[in-house]
């Protein structure tokens, strides 16, 4: 019974740091920047209206709306960099293949379903509508071990955007490894 006892406070204990470490960090320089709007997550869309999630349209309505926006980022096989939630294709433009296996000349082969020909958008696409306007939140999304490449190729397309507030997220924690490590100064978080 004695050895219960102490499995279950090492696992309280070990849930109170992880509690703890959730807390963000509001003192970090640029944080009042982004909390102090809404975000419409994967833009403001509206597949009734036409207006499909991660689109560039739903991206233009946030924006028009005064919303900053949560976005999805999948590093593609040529090194783009593509806006879309999920990595398998199915759902969003009926067909199988991974964001990460195509390459730019392929995007006009996918478009989202419900957006009346709309591609997958790039990021730098995206970024331009958002710079000196609202925010983002940049989920960078993992596929295959590529956490460093992934975040070395966002970063260098977002320091293109000197204008553009934003944080960067993942729920892969080699990104936010890599973050601390190589861009210290980024708001990220998990």
Same mark, same amino acid.
């Given at each position: 019974m004695t050895i219960?006892?102490?499995?279950?406070?090492i696992i309280l204990f =070990?849930?109170?740091?992880?509690?703890?470490?959730?807390?963000?960090?509001?003192?970090?320089?640029?944080?009042?920047?982004?909390s #102090?709007?809404?975000?419409?997550?994967r833009g403001l869309h509206d597949l009734e209206r036409g207006i499909p999630e991660n689109s560039m349209t739903a991206f233009r309505a946030a924006v028009e709306h005064g919303f900053g926006a949560?976005?999805? =980022?999948?590093?593609?096989a040529d090194g783009n960099l593509a806006v879309v939630h999920d990595s398998k294709?199915?759902?969003?433009?009926?067909?199988?293949?991974?964001?990460?296996d195509l390459r730019l000349e392929d995007l006009k082969d996918y478009p989202l379903l419900g957006g009346d020909g709309e591609t997958i958008p790039l990021l730098a696409d995206v970024l331009e509508v958002?710079?000196?306007?609202?925010?983002?939140? =940049?989920?960078?999304? =993992?596929?295959r071990g590529?956490? #460093?490449?992934?975040?070395?190729?966002?970063?260098?397309m977002l320091e293109q955007f000197p204008h553009l507030t934003y944080c960067i997220e993942s729920f892969h924690? #080699?990104?936010?490894?890599h973050l601390k490590e190589h861009y210290p100064n980024v708001i990220r978080g998990q």
């Open positions: 219960l006892y102490i499995l279950v406070a =070990v849930f109170a740091l992880w509690l703890l470490l959730l807390i963000p960090r509001r003192n970090f320089p640029g944080w009042e920047k982004l #102090a709007f809404h975000y419409a997550h949560e976005l999805d =980022v999948h590093l593609m294709l199915d759902r969003l433009c009926g067909r199988e293949e991974r964001i990460e958002f710079a000196g306007k609202t925010p983002l939140i =940049v989920e960078l999304k =993992v596929e590529n956490a #460093a490449a992934l975040t070395d190729a966002t970063m260098k924690p #080699a990104v936010v490894m």
